[in-house]
């Protein structure tokens, strides 16, 4: 029995060694981006028996994210090898980090038939106490949409299923994606969003509002960035304010809390402390510039 097992893509991420467009940009260096695996990557770090369930082309790129994900002391038996599709690859810029005001933020994306967009329905799956996703993966291809309806299909001896909105408009704009999430949060137990997104999404960015739309789940977490965080439960509404952070970059901020956030909930402590441990977690990404960063307790 795992912890948690975290299921979704991982690419090859490319970050840039100089500032400026992509066009002009002469060198990159090398490193993971995916939602769900760092959420397993910074569990696995805090001490959790954590599996990440994906897939990876047969290349040099699938080789280094199972080995750099394996690293961290996150499961990857659980990853299938594909040697028909490729490993996603992405691009990014200097600006897409800490989005820079009046500066350029590019993200060229390498993932369409990548091996983790075959992704269907009966992918082998470990027993675990939590099963985290995102909506990411339903954007990626039809199968990977059909697996994520399979997976928040709410039946008896389910894990607690986590589901991260994570809505990327890169992927599908928000008049299609809005509907489509909301279903899939609504199947799920533990559900994360940021006020933003769900503004974007739904049309309301007010915690109560988007909990009146997301009924069914025991727990919806709205994230309200340096306003803080407001976890609704049965029990009540909770909100604890965020950390101040002299903040280096943005992304992978919103992975960190939900680990976070998981961690806390893994260890049977109530909403209150689990948010505040979710922002412990996502104040030590917000001051790095890499998209994970060890967790609270956990040397550098």
Not at 175 to 194: I, K, M, N, T
Not at 265 to 273: M, Q, V
């Amino acid at each position: 029995m795992y912890d948690a097992v975290c299921l979704g893509e991982t690419m090859a991420a490319f970050a840039p060694t100089d500032d400026g467009p992509l066009s002009g940009v002469a060198g990159f260096t090398r490193g993971l981006g995916g939602a769900e695996s760092n959420v397993a990557c910074a569990l696995a770090a805090a001490g959790h028996r954590t599996a990440w369930v994906s897939r990876l082309g047969g290349d040099g790129f699938g080789d280094f994210v199972r080995d750099a994900v394996a690293a961290y002391g996150v499961d990857v038996s659980y990853v299938v090898r594909d040697p028909d599709r490729p490993t996603g690859v992405y691009f990014r810029t200097a600006a897409e980090r800490a989005h820079a005001e009046g500066a350029p933020a590019e993200v060229a994306y390498y993932r369409r038939g990548s091996a983790a967009s075959a992704l269907a329905p009966g992918a082998e799956l470990p027993p675990s106490r939590v099963l985290h996703l995102t909506g990411i993966t339903p954007a990626l291809s039809p199968t990977c949409l059909a697996l994520a309806r399979e997976l928040t299909v709410r039946r008896p001896g389910r894990p607690l299923v986590s589901f991260d909105v994570n809505h990327r408009p890169a992927l599908w704009p928000a008049e299609e994606a809005g509907p489509v999430l909301a279903e899939l949060a609504r199947g799920a137990d533990l559900v994360f969003v940021g006020a933003d997104e769900a503004a974007a999404l739904w049309g309301t960015a007010r915690p109560e509002d988007i909990r009146a739309a997301l009924p069914g789940p025991a727990t919806v977490v709205v994230k309200q960035g340096a306003d803080g965080a407001t976890a609704l439960t049965a029990r009540g509404v909770t909100h604890v304010a965020a950390h101040e952070v002299d903040v280096v970059a943005y992304v992978g901020a919103g992975d960190a809390f939900a680990a976070g956030y998981l961690d806390a909930t893994l260890t049977g402590r109530p909403a209150a402390d689990a948010l505040r441990r979710g922002h412990d977690y996502a104040a030590r990404v917000l001051a790095t510039a890499a998209d994970l960063a060890p967790p609270p307790g956990v040397p550098a």
